[in-house]
Nanobody, 128 residues
Framework: QVQLVESGGGLVQAGASLRLSCAAS?????????VGWFRQAPVQEREFVAT????????AYADSARGRFTISRDKDKNTVFLQMNSLRPEDTAVYYC????????????????????WGQGTQVTVSS
C-alpha cells in the first residue's frame, strides 16, 4: 500500500506560480510507481493534468497544462512535484496525485481508472 499526501495548494492571482508536492509513505513501492496529477473543479469530472513514468524519463501533459506545468520526481525525497506557472482562473480545482506500480518499460496512462492509489487532494484557487 502507498499513502499519498498532496500539499502546496493555495489562493493566488492569475499569472502566479505554485508548486504542488505529492509525498508517499512507502519509499520502495513508490519508486516502482508511475505517478499522475489530476484535477477536479466543482460539478466537473476529474481530468488528467500530467503524468511521469516510474523512471522519470517519460512525461505527458494535458493540452491545457503543456508549456505551463512541469511534472518531476525526486526519488531521494520520495516526492513527485507539479510546478505550475502562469496560472489562470480556469486552473482552479482540487488537485490530486495518483500512483500505480508498473514494470519499468510501461508508459503511464491518462485515465483515472488506471491508477491504484490516490491522495486526498489539495485546493488550488486562482483569482482573476
Amino acid at each position: 500500500q502507498v499513502q499519498l499526501v498532496e500539499s502546496g495548494g493555495g489562493l493566488v492571482q492569475a499569472g502566479a506560480s505554485l508548486r504542488l508536492s505529492c509525498a508517499a509513505s512507502n519509499r520502495y513501492l513508490f519508486s516502482r510507481c508511475a505517478v499522475g496529477w489530476f484535477r477536479q473543479a466543482p460539478v466537473q469530472e476529474r481530468e488528467f493534468v500530467a503524468t511521469i513514468s516510474r523512471s522519470g524519463g517519460d512525461t505527458a501533459y494535458a493540452d491545457s497544462a503543456r508549456g505551463r506545468f512541469t511534472i518531476s520526481r525526486d526519488k531521494d525525497k520520495n516526492t513527485v512535484f507539479l510546478q505550475m506557472n502562469s496560472l489562470r482562473p480556469e486552473d482552479t480545482a482540487v488537485y490530486y496525485c495518483a500512483a500505480r506500480d508498473t514494470i519499468l518499460t510501461v508508459s503511464p496512462d491518462k485515465q483515472t481508472s488506471w491508477y491504484k492509489y490516490w491522495g486526498q487532494g489539495t485546493q488550488v484557487t486562482v483569482s482573476s
